[in-house]
């Protein structure tokens, strides 16, 4: 038998498993005829060689046996769907003896020949569903001869009565037989004698309001199944009552059913009822003898399980009780069940769970109780199922746990759970997703447990690190899920920066969606063995060399704000997603858009989704469109042209300005004349006598830059800012002296100051007054023959970006400078190390070659 059923699911998965979607309709190919839907009124002339003729969707409305020539290799017919009512004639198929799959199903068969189907001997399946079919189809003996019918589908027809012609007792083959969905009012021992001693994989009896619509006289009806043996027997959706089963069950005693299907019964109280009885400790009863393995029971109106319900089902392995509204589960309710291994509680409406409960179960190893609304477990309440091995209690209303059982896989997503009691615990899979997790021990704590490979904490908020943690090995760890987080808000504060040590074996980590705009640097560090990781949707501007763990694989970074990664970063990759960046268009990106180009990795996504969002003339465009060549001689020549633009504009405007003012206000034009006259000598004479400028620093950096540098530096150095700064700094904002002319401000800052301090960034770099200020201070620093610039070189500028200006390459090429540390941890100190430069007195010197010495911070990439 089960030979039968693998053969049959052979012949199918060989047969449907076609390539027919690649064909044009309407034609053959020698072994595939494909004519679905061709408008067809009679069934193509097709090659002797067709394995497989597809003719539904047309409207054929005859066939006889000179319909076909003979196609000894013809496997499948598929004939169903007829726009017209299909008349079939005697021995109708005679000419394709090889016939395997023959499928009427959903057309009208208007007359039927009681030989209709002789001549097949080797036909494995019969599709005839939804055909218009009598019960006469059953009496009059129409499959007889068929030796090797496996599968009968018969459901959806007219068929009010299983009376079996004595054929069918001859089909041997026959293992399936699907009656759902006809109107069957009652089935006696009599009708189904043909099958006795048959033994059937599957008999389908669903929706066919099998004995509850009128009253059966069970004694003379006695047992329909009588000597067979079923693997399932499917009796759903036929709005059987407690009675109704209890009277069934006891009419089928002794027969044997594996899997005995009652699904959307409408057994129970349901909710807010009293007036329909729950079934209860005789309903079941008379299985007993019958070998039931599974019971399905689901969908129904269960409200209370009462005691010792299922007593009699020794054998039972799984049970299903899902959506019904189980609310209550009485005193030793599973008693009996020795051997359940699966027991099902979902979608029910329990919502408190006690020590007592599931007694009585000692093999049970999976335990779904999801989506119920429990919201308190005594803690001993899974005690004695000692061979629990999964629990899910997802989509619950935990607010607390007293405890985490020690089994394989624990699943806790969707609750309200708030914090995890720190007990040692064992598992090897964790769910805890869709929670409300805020704290970060909870994380150290998981992640002590031995033994645990996946935890899944997506969807909660974790936000917060408060107390410094013990970090441990976890050599077990293989997956991580942490997305849907806050992890920016812990990490933000510098603490929690160790929470993937020691997670060695770990090889997919997920933290997408955590707000990140930054990686805390070495956090990916020991992660040795990560090959998947996910950074998507966050806000992530650059990643720094090194950031990444070392033997990626697959990473995916889309949906941040990276606007001109390094290539050099990608280069153990396999598979890439870098879609929706900000990327800035201009040259500096040119090393990536040439490397997306060329790269062996696979970059995911459409090549539109990888789209400039600076300069406004790009926005939008694909970085695929854009061209990287000339893309240096253009660069100069675009800021050459800016320059000659401001230099232009300023230069009429400030004729204008000086006009206007000359001729309106004379008077106070010479005050200040006089003014910046006395100011220069006295800035001149402050130079000569070191020690004594006006200021300690003057810091130059472009608008665009202020607030930044405002918050990073100005604050933490100048003493307006706080009593605790020691330094005296001039910055444009604040010290320039408002309707001068901005040349002689920037040479007053540089003279007047006993530093300059440049910070040079992507916007200095296109600045000309930046520019400007930086050759004036170099000036100085030639004259006085001692350094008096320092260069702080902020963001991701790289070495060959700087070196294009050719005032700041004369610099670079003799002299070092300091770079604005990657790391957060490094700004407290390289202040310390600024303020010390600028404070540092430099002698002069008679030698231009050996001028100032500057530490660079970080080394140049
Ligand atoms: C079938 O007939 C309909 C209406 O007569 C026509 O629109 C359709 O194109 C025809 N299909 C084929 C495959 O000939
Ligand atoms: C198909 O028909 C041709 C002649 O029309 C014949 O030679 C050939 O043997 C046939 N093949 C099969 C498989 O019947
Ligand atoms: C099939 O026959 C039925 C009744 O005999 C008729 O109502 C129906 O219209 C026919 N269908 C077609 C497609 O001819
Ligand atoms: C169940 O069987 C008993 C005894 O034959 C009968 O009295 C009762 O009406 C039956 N109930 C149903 C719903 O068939
Ligand atoms: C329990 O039933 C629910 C609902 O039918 C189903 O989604 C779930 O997979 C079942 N659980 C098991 C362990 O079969
Ligand atoms: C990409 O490479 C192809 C050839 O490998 C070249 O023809 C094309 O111009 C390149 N595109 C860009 C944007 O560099
Ligand atoms: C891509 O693969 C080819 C062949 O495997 C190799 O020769 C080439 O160097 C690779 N290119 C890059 C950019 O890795």
Redesign the pocket.
């Known amino acids: 038998m089960i030979m039968a059923h693998q053969l049959d699911l052979l012949v199918g998965v060989i047969l449907m498993a076609s390539p027919v979607l690649e064909m044009s309709p309407c034609s053959s190919d020698g072994r595939i005829a494909l004519f679905r839907g061709c408008n067809l009124t009679q069934i193509p002339w097709v090659?002797?060689?067709t394995e497989r003729l597809l003719l539904s969707f047309n409207a054929i409305s005859l066939v006889v046996t000179t319909s076909f020539p003979?196609l000894?290799?013809l496997l499948l017919l598929e004939l169903g769907t007829q726009y017209a009512n299909l008349t079939i004639g005697h021995e109708a198929f005679r000419n394709l003896p090889n016939l395997r799959i023959l499928d009427l199903g959903l057309s009208r068969i208007e007359v039927l020949s009681p030989d209709a189907f002789q001549g097949l001997p080797h036909l494995l399946e019969l599709r005839l569903f939804s055909c218009g079919l009598s019960g006469a189809v059953l009496r009059d003996g129409y499959f007889r001869n068929l030796k090797s019918l496996a599968r009968l589908d018969l459901s959806s027809n007219r068929i009010h009565s299983l009376h079996l012609h004595s054929s069918f007792q001859e089909l041997n083959s026959l293992i399936n037989i699907d009656f759902s969905f006809n109107q069957i009012l009652t089935l006696c021992e009599d009708e189904l004698r043909p099958l006795q001693g048959k033994t059937l994989s599957f008999f389908g009896l669903k929706s066919t309001s099998l004995f509850s619509r009128v009253s059966v006289v069970w004694e003379t009806c006695r047992n329909p199944f009588r000597g067979m043996r079923l693997e399932t027997l499917d009796l759903s959706e036929n709005g059987w009552t407690v009675a109704i089963t209890g009277n069934f069950s006891n009419s089928i005693r002794g027969s044997q059913i594996s899997s005995l299907i009652l699904k959307y019964h409408i057994m129970g109280a349901g909710f807010g009822f009293q007036n329909i009885k729950d079934p209860d400790q005789s309903t079941f009863a008379s299985l007993a003898r019958s070998s039931v393995l599974e019971l399905d029971l689901s969908h129904g109106f269960i409200f209370s399980l009462n005691s010792r319900l299922f007593e009699t089902l020794k054998d039972l392995k799984i049970l299903n009780l899902a959506s019904n509204k189980i609310n209550k589960i009485g005193d030793n309710a599973f008693y009996g069940l020795d051997s359940l291994q699966i027991l099902n509680l979902s979608y029910n409406l329990l919502g408190e769970l006690y020590n007592s409960n599931f007694n009585g179960l000692p093999r049970v190893a999976y335990l779904d109780l999801q989506g119920n609304h429990i919201g308190i477990i005594q803690d001993q309440t899974f005690r004695l199922l000692n061979m629990l091995q999964t629990l899910d209690l997802r989509d619950n209303a935990l607010k607390t746990i007293g405890f985490i059982p020690s089994i394989q896989m624990v699943l806790l997503g969707g609750n309200k759970l708030a914090h995890l009691p720190h007990i040692r615990f064992t598992a090897n899979f964790i769910e805890l997703s869709g929670n409300r997790l805020e704290s970060l021990s909870d994380l150290y704590f998981l992640l002590q447990a031995p033994q645990l490979q996946f935890l899944i904490l997506n969807q909660n908020r974790l936000s917060s690190c408060k107390a410094v943690h013990a970090t441990s090995e976890n050599p077990s760890l293989e997956q991580l899920f942490l997305a849907e987080n806050m992890l920016q808000l812990a990490w933000e504060t510098g603490l929690c920066w160790d929470v993937f040590k020691g997670l060695s074996r770990l090889q997919i980590l997920y933290l997408n969606n955590n707000y990140l705009n930054f990686l805390p640097p070495g956090i990916f560090k020991d992660l040795v063995a990560l090959r998947v990781l996910s950074l998507s949707a966050n806000k992530l501007i650059a990643l720094s060399p090194g950031s990444l763990p070392a033997n990626l694989e697959i990473l995916d970074i889309s949906r941040n704000q990276l606007f001109s990664p390094d290539p050099g970063l990608f280069s153990s990759l396999h598979v890439l997603d870098i879609t929706h960046n900000e990327f800035v268009c201009d040259c500096e990106l040119s090393t990536f858009i040439l490397w997306l180009n060329q790269t062996n990795v696979t970059l995911l996504g459409s090549p539109a989704d990888v789209y400039c969002m600076y300069p406004n003339s790009l926005l939008g465009g694909s970085l695929y469109d854009i061209s990287t060549q000339d893309c240096d001689e253009e660069e100069a020549m675009a800021s050459l042209k800016f320059s000659l633009f401001i230099l232009c504009t300023a230069t009429l405007t400030l004729s204008l300005i000086v006009t206007l003012i000359v001729i309106k206000f004379r008077g106070v034009c010479f005050r200040g004349y006089k003014t910046v006259r006395r100011s220069l000598f006295k800035d001149k004479a402050w130079n000569l006598e070191p020690g004594a400028s006006r200021y300690d620093a003057y810091f130059c950096f472009s608008s665009k830059d202020f607030e930044w540098a405002q918050n990073a530096l100005l604050k933490h150095l100048d003493v307006h800012y706080s009593s605790r700064n020691r330094l005296r700094l001039c910055f444009e904002e604040r010290d320039f002296i408002p309707g001068e002319n901005h040349i002689s401000n920037i040479h007053a800052a540089v003279w007047g100051s006993r530093k300059t301090v440049c910070l040079v960034s992507r916007h200095f770099l296109k600045d000309g007054w930046c520019l400007e200020a930086f050759r004036y201070a170099r000036n100085r620093c030639l004259s006085d023959l001692k350094s008096i610039l320092i260069v702080v070189v902020v963001g991701s500028l790289s070495q060959y970006q700087l070196m294009r200006h050719e005032t700041i390459r004369g610099f670079l090429q003799k002299q070092q400078y300091l770079r604005w540390p990657e790391d957060l941890q490094d700004v407290g100190w390289f202040l310390d190390k600024l303020s010390g430069c600028i404070l540092k007195e430099e002698k002069g010197k008679k030698k231009r070659s050996s001028s100032i010495r500057l530490q660079s911070i970080t080394t140049v990439s």
Do not use: D, K, P, S
Request: hydrophobic residues 35%; neutral net charge.
């Open positions: 090659l002797n060689t003979l000894e290799r």
